[in-house]
Nanobody, 121 residues
Framework: QVRLVESGGGLAQPGGSLRLSCAAS??????IAWFRQVPGKEREGLSY????????VYADSVKGRFTMSRDHAMNTVYLQMNNLKPEDTGLYYC????????????????WGQGTQVTVSS
């Protein structure tokens, strides 16, 4: 079992930045990802990192604005979010799976509790 704890959410102005953290503990995982949930919409995958080499794939909606990184020693991953837009508002989750290439939420086994991001002036 993997335990995930997100933090770093809050209120930001359009064009602003936030950095989210996800602390992972417990079992080894192969892929860790960030997802976003907006009320009334399906949970959306934003970025996916492979633990073996740190490779990251981004969704088109965040490519060039969001950067996923990790602190390997601390087993923490980050999501640096720049040039935030009101449509980035939502509940942000990190999640893990054992298989690379999985993008759908149902393919992820363990989830954190989420951290709220609100982008508004």
């Amino acid at each position: 079992q993997v335990r995930l704890v997100e933090s770093g959410g809050g209120l930001a102005q359009p064009g602003g930045s936030l950095r989210l953290s996800c602390a992972a503990s417990g079992s080894v995982y192969h892929v860790i990802a960030w997802f976003r949930q907006v009320p009334g919409k399906e949970r959306e995958g934003l970025s996916y990192m492979r633990s073996t080499d740190g490779s990251v794939v981004y969704a088109d909606s965040v490519k060039g604005r969001f950067t996923m990184s990790r602190d390997h020693a601390m087993n923490t991953v980050y999501l640096q979010m720049n040039n935030l837009k009101p449509e980035d508002t939502g509940l942000y989750y990190c999640a893990t799976t054992q298989f690379w290439g999985m993008t759908a939420p149902e393919e992820y086994d363990f989830w954190g509790q989420g951290t709220q991001v609100t982008v508004s002036s």
